[in-house]
């Protein structure tokens, strides 16, 4: 998110942005400070300063002010003049004032600190994985993203395999399972309820066992998915402990049918549960 300016910068930024547009050279400005004006400039063209005791139109909201021309227009905090000065000296006053003052204030102090501030929130966030996941479960996560990347498990109609991290949920169990990969399990019209679904818990390792133990009649996409697959079973086991395999669908018979979710879940030493999903069709 981008830095919000307090409403006092605001009002300082415009004050100063306001002061900006006027003349800064005493000899050129002449006849030039009301911007409707076109011949000399009287009183009335410092409409933004505090009435004086000159012959300045009344209606302004400052004070009045005491002293000499040349004393008002370099010592007060306005943009004070005597309705016989000349503006320019006003503006070339007041202007050097403000420039050092409120500019400087405005940029040095609520600017820097709020970029500071959301920048440091930012990336601590970041470190941390933005969700509560320590940095070992980040870094599980992001060396399978990478291992899991274009690979697909075959079945009726093949699935890629997402990677997921819980934070804090650390043991998975049968009894919790379907409270914490809940959000990640989509029910299609015509499923049973996932709470009707039934659970399947096997070794972590039987899906790599198919998927990597080569066959006579393997082409070599079979072998290149081997080779998918192995680097996939040495990420999780180098990452993760207490690794678990569940299959969640409808029961059909002594099986489940249909649309299976299937996870592979391990630990990290901060209490943290890293994973894969997929999908396998069987009917």
């Given at each position: 998110m981008s830095a919000r300016l307090r409403p006092s910068t605001h009002l300082l930024l415009s004050f100063a942005a306001l002061l900006a547009c006027s003349p800064s050279d005493p000899g050129t400005t002449e006849g030039t400070t009301d911007g409707t004006s076109t011949g000399e400039t009287d009183a009335t063209t410092s409409t933004t300063s505090e009435p004086t005791t000159g012959d300045?139109?009344?209606g302004s909201t400052?004070?009045?002010?005491?002293?000499?021309?040349?004393?008002d227009a370099t010592t007060s905090d306005g943009t004070t003049t005597d309705g016989t000065t000349s503006p320019v000296d006003t503006t070339?006053?007041?202007?050097t004032t403000t420039t050092t003052g409120d500019d400087t204030t405005t940029t040095t102090g609520d600017d820097?600190?709020?970029?500071?501030?959301?920048?440091?929130?930012?990336?601590?966030?970041?470190?941390?994985?933005?969700?509560?996941?320590?940095?070992?479960?980040?870094?599980?996560?992001?060396a399978l993203e990478l291992v899991v990347d274009?690979?697909?498990?075959?079945?009726?109609?093949?699935?890629?395999?997402i990677v997921f991290g819980l934070p804090d949920a650390a043991p998975v169990t049968v009894d919790n399972l379907k409270e914490l990969v809940g959000p990640l399990i989509v029910v299609d019209d015509g499923e049973a309820p996932l709470e009707e679904q039934t659970i399947e818990e096997k070794p972590w390792d039987a899906i790599f066992?198919?998927?990597?133990?080569?066959?006579?009649?393997?082409?070599?996409?079979?072998?290149?998915r081997a080779e998918q697959y192995q680097a996939i079973q040495d990420t999780l086991d180098a990452h993760l402990v207490n690794l678990k395999m569940f299959r969640i669908g409808?029961?059909?018979g002594n099986w489940l049918s249909g649309a299976i979710d299937m996870f592979v879940i391990g630990?990290?030493?901060?209490?943290d549960l890293v994973g894969i999903q997929t999908v396998t069709v069987e009917t």
């Open positions: 300045a139109p009344t400052g004070e009045p002010t005491t002293g000499d021309a040349t004393t070339t006053g007041d202007e820097t600190s709020d970029t500071t501030d959301t920048t440091t929130g930012s990336t601590t966030d970041e470190t941390t994985g933005g969700e509560g996941l320590g940095p070992d479960a980040q870094a599980a996560i992001d274009g690979v697909l498990w075959p079945s009726e109609s093949d699935y890629p395999w066992l198919q998927m990597t133990t080569p066959q006579d009649w393997w082409t070599d996409y079979e072998i290149m409808e029961q059909s630990e990290t030493a901060d209490g």
